[in-house]
């Protein structure tokens, strides 16, 4: 399965995820310049003494040039270490461990949500082209693509929760306390991201079904007596399935962002709350310890997705 | 004699195509015809509202829909519906200045890219691609705070983080352009580069720009309420549609309308502006024409 050409790919792959890790962390750490004004002073927060923006600078390096400061918050951020909270005096690590979990279950559920609802839907359009269930459900889909994901969220808490009292309304319950009942609270927030993510896997699936329905190769399985169904079940799917891969890491980056503003809806302290409260607060090293490692996992996601793309679809093989 | 007048092909006026094509794509015509009458509530919105949008009635507050406010009023018993008006200016002027700031940065990025070639567009498609494995939000929220809270700034933050996507578009068109004919020849007269750029590249690459713009236009649009929700965007006295829903969802409960409301003209926008996104695309890409 694994032939020197995909290995060859893979390597490369890996390569080009180098330079990119390199330059978000670079931008990570530049955020802090756009500050306006004397670094320190903002650091150090309203009505600070003197002694206590010294106390900042000679933190933080700011007397230093910058790619120096720079390449010691990398050095230091590589071995784990992000500073600590301006406020709280917490290890930013710390936060990120504490808060990031949440998040993460949230947005893989909303992505299973995603696959599991987007596919069917997307093989119900694919099936009659043109009809009216294919243009029902591609209108579904464009208005999962517009609606405010964070109000689609207040109103299935509304609705499904005080109304009907179906799952909590508000909070959350980390997977450290048993998943079901993490799994419970996350529910609705997980619902009201996945709006997104199933027009995406529909669209996608829809169209590159219709597309591969239409090749030569389908002809001739038509030719020799194939059902449509068949047609589209053993040899649509395969073909089409791997595509899925490339839409799951887009989803993945999406849906991330959008959970900083549905978190706030159902007020859960993941990791989007606490770059809110932080930015809120001023409190820059959270900012960009909680950034650095929301990008580093989209870099992760993308870099995994596209090294499965290579080993499992059978096309790169003969390129 | 200028190039155009060479060519055997008879084109219509602009007027005569655009007339042609309102008649033609019926859902491109309505979301167009939807956008420009928001633009003209948004204009003039002072004397379109019953009442200010910081005018305080004591006696509702909280109130149901009536005849007196016809969408309610809010806990501070202002009128929603001039809220609502008065909240259109903000919400417009916000996706706007995000696409705008966006298009002015990433399209002369995508092109010098594009045209350049070599170690320049090897850098710069580099910075593109780490730009872009940023979650858009979480990248805008961390920029606003940076750079200071309020509507300008977000949204400032929000086309700067959607920039790199049409830098990429644009550097993709120009890769193309820069190998046609006209371009060779008008490198062979001895044209500058920015004329080069300017009267021969971005011309023919800018069609693509136009639909994605007009999509963004959407993104931005929810981004600004996502902002505004925060408490990073628009900030009291003023208003806007995202705004609104913060206030609303905290009284959601009792008067579910004022969380309705804006988050309906929201979604409602936002369907009007991908449509004549993707109307634009069709109307501009000849294989599309007839499907």
Known sequence: MLTRKKLGMIASRLLQALPIAVLATFVVYSLMQLIPGDIAVTLAGENASDERIAEIRELYGLNQPFLVQYGSWLWNAVQGDLGVSLLTREPVAETIARTYPTTLLIVAYAIVLSVVIGVPLGILAASRPGSLLDSGIMSIASLGVTVPNFWFGMILALWLALGLNLFPATGFASPGDGLGTALWYATLPALALCTNGIAEVSRQLRSSLVEIQSSQFVRTLHAKGLSPASILWKHGLKNVGVNLLTVISLLFNKTLAATVVVEAVFAIPGIGSAIVNAVLQGDFPVVQGAVLAMVATVIVVNLVTDVLYTVLDPRIEQA | ?291
């Open chain 2, 1 to 291: 004699m200028s190039a155009t007048t060479l060519l055997p092909l008879q084109q219509d006026s602009i007027v005569v195509r655009f007339g042609r094509w309102l008649r033609r794509d019926i859902r491109g015509a309505l979301s167009l015809a939807f956008l420009l009458l928001l633009i003209v509530v948004a204009l003039l919105a002072p004397w379109i509202a019953p009442y200010s949008p910081t005018e305080q009635d004591y006696a509702n507050m909280l109130a149901e829909p009536s005849a007196r406010h016809w969408l309610g009023t809010d806990d501070l018993g202002r009128d929603v519906f001039s809220r609502l008006i008065h909240g259109t200016a903000s919400s417009l002027y916000a996706a706007f200045l995000a696409v705008g700031v966006a298009v002015l940065v990433g399209v002369p990025v995508g092109l010098v890219a594009g045209f350049m070639g070599g170690w320049v567009d090897l850098a710069i498609s580099r910075c593109i691609d780490t730009l872009l494995s940023f979650p858009a939000i979480v990248l805008a929220v961390a920029v606003t705070g940076a750079m200071g809270i309020g509507l300008t700034t977000a949204m400032l933050a929000v086309g700067l983080v959607f920039s790199p996507q049409l830098a990429r578009l644009v550097r993709a068109r120009t890769l193309v352009v820069r190998q046609e004919l006209y371009v060779d020849a008008a490198r062979c007269f001895g044209a500058s580069l920015p004329r080069l750029l300017l009267k021969h590249v971005l011309p023919n690459a800018i069609q693509p720009v136009l639909v994605q713009a007009t999509l963004l236009l959407a993104v931005a649009l929810l981004a600004e309420a996502s902002l505004s929700f925060l408490g990073l965007g628009v900030q009291p006295p003023d208003v806007s549609w995202g705004m609104m829903i913060a206030r609303g969802y905290m009284y959601m409960e009792i008067a579910p309308a004022q969380m309705y409301v804006p988050g309906l003209a929201i979604l409602l926008t936002a369907i009007a502006f991908n449509t004549l996104g993707e109307s634009l695309r069709v109307a501009l890409d000849p294989t599309l024409r007839g499907r």
